[in-house]
């Protein structure tokens, strides 16, 4: 690795939430089983995933630190996963409708030197208009999010969707909260900022 920091993901959308930082970064692909544990709750669940991650993209590796993360949405109680067909995306929309999806990401850093970890969650809040069939049909015609969480692209046409977005930081709904992880890179040395790095 020619950097010191590793994200352990393929996300194309974490991937460029990272490039905002202006920092240099590698990648690596975390192959690990996601299926939850019987009764795990969501937050249980996306903290122990991006743990699991950072952890896979730390193996074989000597030095540096590895940020995992995951992400699930809720609604009404029940997670809510990517839609992969139009019928599927046209269901949640349909779910999500007039409610309040719950967004909770786990971010976890992994400093390979120390072998310590920084695991954390942040939830966000997405309030969804009453949106007609036809409405929900336009949209998944014209941005086709099939591969997205909940239906929707937020930094797309998905923006149309809502009334109201509750949160700390909006990266969170793309699925790498950037406020917290400037927070826990510093604790770790990695000033954002200056790139003063500390050895």
Excluded: W
């Amino acid at each position: 690795m020619s950097s010191r920091l590793i994200l352990a993901s393929t996300s194309p959308f974490r991937q460029q939430l990272l490039t905002k930082l202006n920092i240099p970064f590698d990648t690596c692909s975390p192959d690990i089983d996601e299926t939850p544990k019987e009764g795990e709750a969501p937050d249980a669940l996306v903290m122990r995933l991006a743990q699991s991650k950072a952890l896979k993209g730390a193996a074989g590796l000597s030095q540096g630190l590895v940020i995992g993360s995951d992400q699930v949405a809720v609604i009404n109680g029940s997670i809510v996963g990517k839609p992969l067909t139009h019928e599927k995306a046209v269901e949640q929309l349909t779910q999500a409708s007039n409610q309040i999806i719950t967004f909770y990401t786990g971010l976890s850093l992994h400093n390979i030197n120390t072998g310590l970890s920084d695991t954390r969650i942040e939830t966000f809040k997405v309030h969804f208009r009453e949106l007609t069939q036809a409405q929900i049909e336009y949209y998944l015609q014209t941005e086709q999010p099939y591969f997205c969480a909940g239906s929707f692209k937020c930094e797309g046409l998905g923006i149309a969707l809502f009334t109201q977005l509750e949160g700390k930081d909006p990266n969170t709904l793309v699925g790498l909260p950037l406020i917290t992880l400037i927070d826990m890179l510093s604790k770790q040395g990695y000033q954002v900022l200056s790139q003063n790095l500390v050895d």
